[in-house]
């Protein structure tokens, strides 16, 4: 009796020890974890071959605490798609304001041109998950859009000061060049064309849009 008694505490001593060295995470740190699983199991499997019981799985948690903090695969999408698009922000660099528009303007869209390549080539399924959010109109593919719009305008309201762009509204204006750069920098639009093929193009392009600028059409 007495050995039993003592393999008992020892079984619970255990568990106590057990129990230390899993301590419990926060709800934020919780979504954080799904949220890097997820983006990883996408990017090296593809969406469509992950289910969210795959996510629980792979952390150890049922698919029900996954579902608590995100109710499908496409908000997972969302909001990993949020974090990168904030990282996105904290590190972009455009040139500095006493540079002439052109040149801010040439470095913009190479940047995202560039940025865009490398992340489709380096990460295959990636393509599936934009082509995704595009169709399902997603509130991250606004709010990139609107980042971007952003910088635009900065150039742009700063080459009006300059006296060097037709004086113009700005935000509707700085949309409509973003719309005159996606054949450029859109995923979609240059997964499978060659870099120095969309390098050429995109100078062209922002020399185009340079000149409208600077000569807008009579209305």
């Known amino acids: 009796m007495s050995k039993m008694i003592e393999q008992a ?4 001593r255990k568990n106590d020890a057990s129990v230390r060295r899993r301590p419990r995470r926060s709800a934020e740190e919780t979504r954080r974890d799904i949220l890097a699983k997820a983006e990883e199991l996408f990017r090296e499997q593809g969406f469509g071959a992950v289910a969210i ?3 629980a799985a ?11 903090n995100f109710n499908s695969k496409n908000a997972l999408v969302d909001a990993i798609a949020f974090e990168q698009i904030s990282e996105f922000e904290r590190n972009i660099q455009p040139l500095d304001k006493g540079q002439p528009p052109l040149s801010r303007l040439r470095h913009l869209a190479r940047t995202l041109m560039e940025l865009h390549h490398r992340d489709l080539n ?13 169709k399902q109109d997603m509130k991250c593919g606004d709010y990139y859009k609107s980042v971007i719009a952003n910088l635009l305008a900065d150039i742009i309201r700063d080459g009006i000061d300059a006296g060097i762009y037709a004086e113009a509204n700005v935000p509707p204006l700085s949309e ?7 054949s450029v920098i859109h ?7 060659d870099i120095g093929n969309l390098a050429t193009r995109c100078d062209q392009l922002v020399d185009l849009i340079d000149a409208g600028l600077r000569n807008p059409l009579a209305k």
Request: hydrophobic share 50%.
């Open 53 to 55: 019981a795959d996510i």
């Open 187 to 193: 995923p979609v639009l240059i997964a499978r064309e």
């Open 122 to 134: 380096d990460n295959p399924y990636i393509f599936e998950m934009i082509l995704m959010t595009a």
């Open 176 to 182: 409509t060049v973003l719309h005159a750069l996606t």
């Open 9 to 12: 505490r020892k079984g619970d």
């Open 58 to 68: 792979a952390l150890g948690m049922s698919p029900a605490n996954v579902f608590k």
